[in-house]
């Protein structure tokens, strides 16, 4: 197997790590404008690890990361208004307080890269990359091109000069997602009115950060979450079991780097009952700044490389797969699917827009021929989710699928791509928040 020695970074440690760091690990990086805590957990409670957390010497009590923190987790924690995440199992792990905080001051709490780059030097080791469909279109960015440029080529190009021995896809299952949900849509709206018929609406599945909301304040609706792992929860599996017998690899060799847009697929990929194939599904999860961090640490001249396709067996996807990197993406590719099998007949143009949305929450009737109509929501955002379950809650939902994406747009803006320049830039904003803490520490004392 080839691999690369990564350049050594230079550790940055707090004089008081264990009180602003709470999982307690020692070291500290900065990967593309972030501090990472180098922490690779493993058979740990995922509900106990802070995978995002305020560093209480860096926060200057503007309270950005409260405004954007749906459900509670960040809260100031004295009378100068500095915040932290006050409870791990509060925390959805979407990291918009981390894209949002002005003065850097949020820091991811695990990092699987060092071990990523022992194992790419293992020969003993064959090492899997597992990127998202967003990833391809924020990794750009941190090479110079434009926001949302594809580099989905060079990307490929990259995790094969990395060492990576297979370069399989996560739009792969994005496309068995599709075709899984969809069929799972349509059954439930043909059991309606029999015995033991499964609820309506149907939620989506696949955002970690949903999932783990709906588990939190909403499970009495875990009946209307679809059946479905996510995408990368099937290709975990069937990396160490179809992928491993099509390759002739044993598969307690191989090691499975899942590469997501998103800081709460860490909390997904070590949640315990992943572990369908007889071993862990999911290895390692890396976000886009750390595999820009990679390529860079690796010396790869990411803009001189040419385009390049994925291997193989668990690599091969279709345009459906791609949106799923967008609001609305996953809804239109099950609408496709469930709209031919419930009609009979083939759309004339796949582009389903009006389900599409970028922020808010997006209502649409789908008149499907021999059918009906199909009614979907598609919400953008954990708090236009819980108006959603309010009102499924209440039997008052009209809806026969809705999607839920915690990000704002969907994982093309999770929480670890890379950062919006314009946030940090804010001097305005900086400064007032600097000059509102710095009246608020004084103290009269007598």
Same mark, same amino acid.
């Given at each position: 197997m080839s691999g690369c020695t990564p350049k050594s970074a230079p550790a940055v440690v707090p004089a008081d790590l264990s009180s602003i760091h709470p999982n307690k690990e #020692?070291? =500290?990086?900065?990967?593309?404008? @972030?501090?990472?805590?180098?922490?690779?957990?493993?058979?740990?409670? &995922?509900d106990e690890i802070f995978f995002v957390q305020v560093d209480a010497t860096k926060c200057e009590a503007c309270g950005s990361c409260e405004e954007v923190c749906a459900s509670g987790a960040i809260q100031a924690i004295n009378d100068e208004g500095t915040r932290q995440v006050v409870d791990p199992a509060a925390c959805m792990n979407c990291g918009q307080c981390l894209v949002s905080c002005p003065y850097g001051a949020i820091y991811e709490g695990v990092s699987y890269v060092d071990e990523i780059f022992e194992k790419l030097k293992d020969p003993d080791t064959v090492v899997v990359s597992m990127p998202a469909p967003a990833v391809r279109y924020g990794l750009g960015e $941190?090479?110079?091109?434009?926001?949302?440029?594809?580099?989905?080529?060079?990307?490929?190009?990259?995790?094969?000069?990395?060492?990576?021995?297979?370069?399989?896809?996560? !739009?792969?299952? %994005?496309? @068995?997602?599709? =075709? !899984?949900?969809g069929t799972?849509?349509?059954?439930?709206?043909?059991?309606?009115?029999?015995?033991? %018929?499964?609820?309506? &609406?149907?939620?989506? +599945?696949?955002?970690?950060?949903?999932?783990?909301?709906? !588990?939190?304040?909403?499970?009495?609706?875990?009946?209307?979450?679809?059946? $479905?792992? /996510?995408?990368?929860?099937?290709?975990? *599996?069937? +990396?160490?079991?179809?992928?491993?017998?099509?390759?002739?690899?044993? &598969?307690?060799?191989?090691?499975?780097?899942?590469?997501?847009?998103?800081?709460?697929?860490?909390?997904?990929?070590?949640?315990?009952?992943?572990?369908? +194939?007889?071993f862990r599904d999911i290895d390692a999860t890396i976000n886009t700044r750390e595999l820009a961090y990679m390529i860079k640490t690796a010396g790869i001249n990411f803009n001189s490389l040419p385009s390049q396709?994925?291997?193989?067996?668990?690599?091969?996807?279709?345009?459906?797969?791609?949106?799923?990197?967008? /609001? #609305?993406?996953?809804?239109?590719?099950?609408?496709?699917?469930?709209?031919?099998?419930?009609?009979?007949?083939?759309?004339?143009?796949?582009?389903?827009?009006?389900?599409?949305?970028?922020?808010?929450?997006?209502?649409?009737?789908?008149?499907?021929p021999n059918f009906g109509t199909v009614k979907v929501a598609? %919400?953008?955002?954990? %708090?236009?989710?819980?108006?959603?379950?309010?009102?499924?809650?209440?039997?008052?939902? *009209?809806?026969?699928?809705?999607?839920? =994406?915690?990000c704002p747009g969907g994982c093309v803006n999770g929480g670890g791509q890379p950062l919006d320049p314009d946030v940090r830039a804010s001097l305005f904003k900086s400064t007032v928040a600097q000059i509102n803490r710095r009246f608020r520490a004084r103290k009269v004392s007598a």
């Open positions: #020692g070291t =500290m990086k900065l990967i593309e404008g @972030v501090m990472y805590q180098t922490n690779a957990p493993k058979g740990i409670d &995922p $941190c090479f110079g091109a434009a926001t949302g440029t594809y580099v989905g080529g060079q990307m490929h190009a990259a995790l094969r000069k990395l060492g990576f021995d297979y370069i399989w896809d996560n !739009e792969f299952t %994005a496309d @068995v997602t599709i =075709m !899984e949900e799972e849509l349509i059954q439930r709206v043909q059991e309606q009115g029999k015995k033991d %018929a499964r609820p309506l &609406p149907q939620f989506t +599945s696949c955002c970690p950060g949903w999932v783990k909301f709906a !588990e939190t304040f909403y499970p009495d609706l875990l009946p209307n979450l679809s059946s $479905c792992k /996510s995408p990368i929860g099937m290709l975990g *599996p069937l +990396s160490k079991t179809y992928g491993a017998h099509e390759t002739k690899t044993e &598969p307690k060799k191989v090691y499975t780097v899942s590469i997501m847009p998103c800081i709460a697929k860490k909390y997904e990929g070590l949640r315990p009952e992943l572990a369908d +194939s007889g396709q994925p291997d193989p067996i668990l690599g091969d996807s279709t345009g459906a797969a791609t949106i799923f990197g967008n /609001s #609305g993406g996953v809804m239109e590719a099950a609408l496709r699917l469930a709209y031919e099998v419930l009609s009979g007949k083939k759309l004339a143009n796949p582009d389903i827009k009006v389900v599409r949305t970028h922020e808010g929450i997006n209502t649409a009737d789908v008149k499907v598609v %919400a953008s955002g954990l %708090a236009n989710a819980a108006k959603l379950c309010d009102e499924v809650r209440a039997g008052k939902s *009209p809806y026969h699928f809705i999607e839920i =994406m915690t």
